[in-house]
């Protein structure tokens, strides 16, 4: 009894001294501390976005995919393997990942002469990381190129992070770059989807209308 009366002066000399009134009116027999904030009130624009495929992962060790920083890593260090940009020509004129090679669709399939050595590493990507990327890369796969891979999260999550892009422009002394829609001398019609030079001239790939692809000097475009 006496001892019970003795805690309870040291109690109440406690709070009295260290100016705890107003938290010992709140915390009763085994409440807890009640002015602890419930779920109710968290705002939610405290919370941090979280994306999909973040980019983070998978690494390099993956044997599918690889994420946008492990590339992006790759592309600022100079040294990213090959990588292929399998959207239509007319989606890469506002941009592409640096040293891509453009080969749309399933196109690569037919055109084995754009792919390094069995041993060098090929990312593959399209606008969104879609099953289109992924499915390739496995083809590919299967045919002996072990390392290659579909990018993550496509184009859309590289630019929405702000990782490096190109615009393609055309080459030196040339009218025409990726992307744009052309008309032979002939007739037919198409969209540029390689550019380069052959013996100091512009000489463009052009994917015709009619699915084929045709490599043609610049005199033999009518504009």
């Known amino acids: 009894m006496i001892r019970d009366r003795l805690k309870n002066v040291a109690k109440k000399a406690a709070i009295k001294f260290f100016g705890m009134e107003w938290e010992a009116e709140e915390i009763g027999p085994n409440d807890g501390n009640t002015k602890r904030a419930g779920p109710q009130e968290v705002d939610p624009n405290l919370i941090p976005r979280v994306v999909d495929g973040s980019g983070d992962t998978p690494g390099p060790k993956h044997r599918e995919r690889i994420g946008r920083t492990w590339l992006a890593s790759q592309v600022i260090s100079g040294v990213p393997g090959v990588i292929i940009d399998i959207r239509p020509p007319k989606e890469v ?17 037919t055109r084995l002469d754009r792919l390094p050595a069995k041993d060098i590493r090929v990312t593959i990507y399209d606008q969104t990381g879609s099953d289109t990327s992924d499915q390739l890369a496995t083809w590919l796969r299967s045919q002996g190129w072990g390392l290659a891979r579909m990018l993550q999260g496509g184009y ?30 002939e007739g037919a019609r198409g969209v540029v ?6 013996g100091g001239s512009p000489r463009y790939d052009v994917l015709l209308d009619s699915g084929e692809v045709r490599s043609v000097a610049e005199g033999e475009l009518a504009g």
């Open 156 to 185: 859309a999550e590289w630019i929405e992070h702000d990782e490096p892009t190109v615009r393609p422009e055309p080459p030196a002394g040339g009218r025409y770059h990726l992307g744009n829609p052309v008309q032979l001398t």
């Open 93 to 109: 004129v506002a941009g592409m990942l640096p040293q891509a090679i453009l080969v749309p669709g399933d196109q690569l399939k």
């Open 193 to 198: 989807q390689g550019v380069g030079l052959a």
